[in-house]
């Protein structure tokens, strides 16, 4: 069965509104399997809430787990907090642990409390174990269905054992099975591929991996990149403070974390806090998560604008100079964008420590220069071509070149800065940044004018 | 062996240099291998270029491959670059076949090709092959280390050749077993759990699954994620046009690859294009990539400047427009990019699709309405108490709350219309932007300010 998209044959809102008037389960649930993730996506935001609902409802709650999981956490959240309590506990108690969690933490936390409150105990004891982690720290990112057996049984006793239980674990669960002593320690790793490979009387303490690599639960997303990038492991044991094994983390899901970490990156910097911003939300919603980000720029461009506010006689000499100050703001914006970004990226990467300002900055700063005189030199041209006086072309290109080279001085160094205050740099660099380069940039290009106004008028 | 975060301790140069003036070849991988990706990372990055190539020469090439596919691509190619032609050759032999793929496709062209004139012959001959796929399609990302058995033998038999070959494959690599029929054409897959748990003299014909799912090696990324999110398998085999099995696309390096998207999405909207750029790259370099973005921003910044050139007696008359301006811009621009920054989101997730202009305008246009309504109070209340002309500051809220609505207007819109014509919504919706919004905000603020002259000198 090859995957193939087909483009004009799209499956609509109809047909899956006809499907559901045949109120089976089964039919249902053999609909939406048929459609890929984003086909499931796109359908379901096209039903109204009440549909939305029904769909669920109709479905067996393992089938209704499994659509859950196929879709983005954002949406799945909107869907479920629509979800009557029980219903929704229900679901909860199907979903894989390291799902249930992430779902849990983005809900509302008095609703998330509902709904623990009515899933099985054991379920839910052991999410609200699994919630007291930061999402993107080990304990956030484990999945906690995992086999483990003593030392003392032989290849074939696990296989047998394996045998029985290995159903209820998928694929992507089960790559290795854990040696774990009688408190619950880890001892040692089994590969699957040495059950396969052993003969079956082997005692399994005479082929697992001793001493095995593990983590604690409060092991980073960072540091487990790091963990992943220097071996090929398919996952890594964690243990909790008591040295217990408690769970697995898969690199698929800490490579999914790092992605949702950029996504994150890129939508607080475009200025979309609070997580994803879906257009099927409520309007007030959407507009008050953004507001929240435009009030803050807002009064800190008025601050910057003062600045013009000050030198208003020199303006009202050279009025020329109007038409330019939104492009030296502008600019300067640019070109502290892309220092912020570099800067940004070479953290995750490593290969800048929040300490290093001085390397940072001396690598900023011969850009800047360069820059700073070609994008001078421009604007210098373009203003003495359109007033024919060579000094406004000067004012303005000196102006552009000097706050090129402190843009990009302040974009390197703030999200270290920032990084090293604790704070988040993909949020709070931009507002700073333009603000700073704002007031310097307005503040350079008035008063070269006002030194040279004769040359000017 | 937990590992430990040793925040005082961390490796120096100095313990590198010391390292290496051994010529241990032994010694030094087991100190890099101490190293966590990041340290690696970092003290590469410290090391002059001369030494990073002594570090890679005196390794074993098999350690250098490892130490290679530890740090970021980006770093692994600049420190590649300067390697001789047949020691890097020697190198990229021992690299994994994706990775192989991935750096040769980001080296130039010319050097590439040396390079792989230089590899064993059977080595440079499948990677010549994977380099006909983009990198982000199922060709460009599958490993084609994979482990194939006819559907003629039995369990045992396939076990009996696994113990021979297996050693060849790590962790990550090794997940299914397939079978292919005589011309490679894909009959099943085998889980290693079925090898596990069923009887040795089992034929395989009647425990591997039937008719498995696989993709084509066009299949794009997004269709990818598409599959994967449907299920838990680690990884889909692939196939080439004439139906032949040539690899496997794993789960991990999928989610890595659309970790690549989002970090690129977002350099790309900062303004640093052609790839990630590293403070350890060539100043020149450097900086002609950061202007090639910044003077088509420049020369865009001129035309929508140009509007206020047009303007220039209103300005006079009004000394006060010119505070304001650079803000009107700024605040638009900061809307737009949220807009921006939801369409492309939305895209991504495929809650939305490229036609639907009417539903997402529709969808915009209510956030911009209130938003713009507050933005406009905050900015006419601002004007009227400074200039204690209450006019004044209803000619500019007016404006500011009618180009609200342009910007997430235009800003909804332009992800899906580029898209649409095939252009990357990420890169160009940003300039486009501004540009439209400056326009269309300077010429509202400056022809409303201009019908009511007589009411704001």
């Not at 067996?60 to 859950?68: T, W």
């Not at 929704?88 to 108690?93: D, H, Q, R, T, V």
């Not at 720290?137 to 006793?157: D, W």
């Not at 209820?168 to 040495?194: C, K, M, P, T, W």
Request: hydrophobic content about 45%; some cysteine.
């Amino acid at each position: 069965m090859e995957i193939q998209q087909d483009e004009e044959n799209t499956p609509s809102v109809e047909q899956l509104t006809e499907v559901l008037e045949t109120n089976s389960a089964e039919r249902l649930d053999e609909f939406l399997r048929s459609l890929s993730s984003s086909e499931k996506a796109h359908i379901l935001t096209e039903l109204p809430a009440e549909r939305q609902l029904e769909v669920l409802n109709t479905l067996e709650s393992e089938d209704a787990a499994h659509l859950v999981e196929s879709i983005s956490e954002a949406q799945a959240v909107e869907i479920i907090s629509n979800l009557e309590i029980s219903d929704a506990a229900e679901l909860f108690n199907e979903l894989e642990s390291n799902e249930q969690t992430d779902l849990l933490a983005r809900l509302d936390p008095e609703h998330a409390e509902e709904i623990l409150s009515e899933m099985d105990f054991e379920e839910a004891s052991d999410a609200r174990e699994r919630l007291e982690y930061p999402a993107h720290s080990a304990g956030g990112l484990m999945i906690t269905e995992l086999l483990s057996y003593p030392e003392t049984l032989t290849v074939e006793e696990v296989v047998r054992d394996l045998r029985t239980r290995i159903d209820d674990f998928s694929d992507h669960a089960v790559q290795y099975v854990f040696i774990a002593s009688h408190n619950e320690h880890l001892l040692g790793v089994l590969r699957l591929r040495d059950l396969v490979l052993k003969p079956l009387a082997t005692p399994v303490r005479n082929i697992m991996i001793s001493d095995p690599l593990s983590v604690s639960v409060d092991t980073t997303l960072s540091e487990l990149e790091d963990i992943f990038d220097g071996n090929k492991f398919l996952g890594v044991p964690v243990v909790d403070q008591s040295q217990r094994l408690v769970g697995v983390v898969r690199r698929a899901d800490m490579e999914e974390a790092l992605g949702e970490r950029s996504d994150s990156a890129y939508l607080k910097a475009s200025g979309i806090l609070g997580g994803e911003e879906l257009r099927s939300m409520p309007v007030l919603q959407r507009s008050r998560r953004r507001l929240s980000w435009l009030s803050v720029n807002i009064l800190l461009n008025v601050m910057a604008a003062s600045v013009i506010a000050l030198h208003q006689e020199t303006l009202e000499a050279v009025i020329a100079l109007a038409v330019f100050l939104p492009i030296i703001s502008d600019m300067s914006g640019c070109s502290g964008a892309q220092a912020i970004a570099v800067s940004i990226r070479e953290l995750t990467l490593g290969t800048v420590r929040v300490d290093e300002l001085l390397r940072v900055w001396s690598k900023e700063a011969m850009v800047g220069v360069i820059n700073g005189v070609v994008l001078g030199c421009i604007i210098g041209l373009v203003a003495w071509a359109w007033k024919g006086n060579i000094y406004l072309g000067m004012v303005l290109g000196v102006a552009l070149a000097v706050n090129t080279l402190i843009a990009v001085s302040v974009g390197g160094l703030l999200p270290l800065i920032l990084k090293r205050l604790d704070r988040d740099p993909a949020l709070a660099s931009g507002p700073i940044l333009t603000t700073m380069t704002d007031m310097c940039g307005f503040f350079i290009v008035l008063t070269l004018a006002n030194s040279f106004l004769s040359l000017l008028v």
